[in-house]
């Protein structure tokens, strides 16, 4: 909920050099310790003005009590110091100057209502509440209590409450635009999607260059699917405003999503300008660069999201598996086992490193981590096969066979397990067998039989072989 009083915008550029000159002659002289620069009353009054606008809060606050000391007995420069309090987060202190100004105009209705925000900040919107109501009860068409009222609620999650009072608002000349975006606002919270992203084109309707309704409307869009719509929302958004990271994140987010991968090696780029910092940016760059097939330059980016983060599990996850994809396998090994110690309780991690394992030909190592991933997700039939597998090449032909059975229990229709489960019966000289799964294997997957004529030569004997080949012969 923000603070009621000041319009961005008041001074031209002109007066702005000269506030500024005011304030580098007001910081020299302090700096000297000399007292000789004393400004009127009217100077400090635009100063506390310029200095808010500008959001230079600390000076603001300083000049600020200067005016109060200067005219003690008016309510304005109170007024005015509780509002920067408040921009400051300073609720407790804020009240107090608030307190002084209504004793001075009671009347007033700006420091009412600037009041009632200040006892939302300090944690009672009840307090907050009363105070608009009370103004609402004098004035029921008070269009700043109104809004207010409507701010808390929505502040609060009674977003049914702040959308009656919203919709009202979006009549009114003075509050039209932020009623609308904060409608958008609410109806997100309510998750009714399609009102949310009228309320925010209708806000873009009346301001046109609000960067954030073109961001607040994309976020709906892709929650609701809609994703071509929701890139161009992201692209008015930071054509608005170049160096606005989330949307250049978000945006990289979406066109990864929709395969557009050098557009999101573009959009993390643009967010890496304004937040160099961010970690996952950084991740979701070498992620993109890793489908690219450009190992090196995602290793690179994973890297750099690590120094940020010496515990950023998925980034070490991440420069394993393109280690692995360039077969250096001894420092994808170690990045799988740095994130193992980070969190060891992740499925697809435990696979991955028996598929190093295996690729080093590890094979009992690489057995127990296959147990371990199927321990924690044993509904992973991915895993149960590449389990099965390298069993097989471990010559443990039984429990090959049993594994290879639960594979086809959890996916009938999944050829490899039946493929593989016959090669293992042909080893074991089970002929029924082996033709059964064959056939079942065919039927799935026709171009299992390039397969079977690399594979089944090194298995059986010329005889079997011709066996097997007149078996599915009719398939």
Not at 57 to 75: I, R, V
Not at 96 to 122: C, H, V, W, Y
Request: glycine share 4%.
């Amino acid at each position: 909920m923000s603070i009621s009083g000041y319009d961005d915008g008041y001074f031209d550029e002109n007066n702005k050099t000269n506030m500024e000159d005011a304030l580098r002659r007001f910081r020299e002289a302090k700096h000297s310790g000399r007292d000789e620069w004393a400004p009127d009353v009217h100077t400090l009054e635009n100063l506390v003005q310029y200095c808010f606008e500008a959001q230079k809060f600390d000076d603001a606050l300083e000049f600020a009590s200067m005016w109060t000391e200067q005219a003690p007995y008016s309510a304005d420069p109170w007024h005015r110091k509780g509002m920067i309090l408040s921009s400051m987060n300073h609720a407790d202190e804020a009240l107090k100057a608030f307190d002084r100004a209504l004793a001075l105009d009671p009347t007033d209705t700006e420091i009412m209502i600037n009041r009632g925000i200040a006892l939302d900040q300090s944690g009672d919107p009840d307090g907050a509440l009363a105070v608009f109501n009370e103004m609402l009860d004098r004035d029921p068409e008070n269009e700043e209590a109104l809004f207010s009222k409507a701010v808390l609620f929505e502040r609060t999650g009674e977003y049914r409450e702040a959308v009656k009072l919203f919709r009202f608002l979006t009549a009114s000349e003075k509050f039209s635009k932020e009623a609308w975006y904060e409608l958008g606002c609410c109806y997100d919270g309510l998750h009714e999607f399609e009102k949310a992203a009228d309320a925010y084109e209708k806000c873009i309707d009346e301001e046109p260059f609000n960067h954030n309704a073109w961001f607040n409307r994309a976020v709906v869009l892709s929650r609701m699917g809609v994703i071509e719509t929701a890139i161009d929302c992201y692209d008015m958004a930071v054509a608005i405003k170049d160096d606005f990271s989330t949307a250049w994140y978000n945006r990289g987010n979406l066109c990864a999503m929709i395969g557009r991968h050098i557009e999101a090696i573009d959009s993390y780029r643009n967010a890496l300008k304004s937040e160099p910092m961010d970690v996952l940016t950084w991740h979701n760059l070498a992620s993109m660069y890793e489908e690219q097939g450009d190992y090196m330059q995602a290793i690179e980016c994973f890297t750099q999201a690590i120094k940020l983060n010496s515990r950023h599990y998925d980034s070490f996850f991440g420069r394993g598996a393109c280690y692995d994809a360039l077969e250096k396998y001894d420092h994808a090994l170690k990045d799988y086992d740095r994130a193992l110690e980070i969190d060891s309780y992740q499925s697809d991690l435990w696979h991955a490193k028996a598929d190093i394992l295996c690729s080093m030909d590890n094979y009992d190592e690489a057995l127990e981590c296959y147990r371990t991933a199927l321990k924690i997700s044993p509904e992973n039939v991915e895993c149960r096969f590449d389990y099965g597998v390298t069993l097989y090449e471990s010559d443990m032909l039984t429990e090959a066979v049993r594994i290879f059975k639960e594979v086809i229990a959890q996916s009938p229709e999944w050829s490899d397990g039946h493929y593989a489960i016959a090669k293992v019966y042909a080893l074991k000289n089970d002929m029924g067998r082996t033709i059964e799964h064959l056939r079942e294997a065919l039927e799935l997957e026709p171009g299992k039989r390039e397969d079977f004529d690399a594979d089944f030569p090194e298995l059986v004997s010329s005889r079997k072989l011709k066996v097997l080949r007149e078996a599915i012969e009719d398939l």
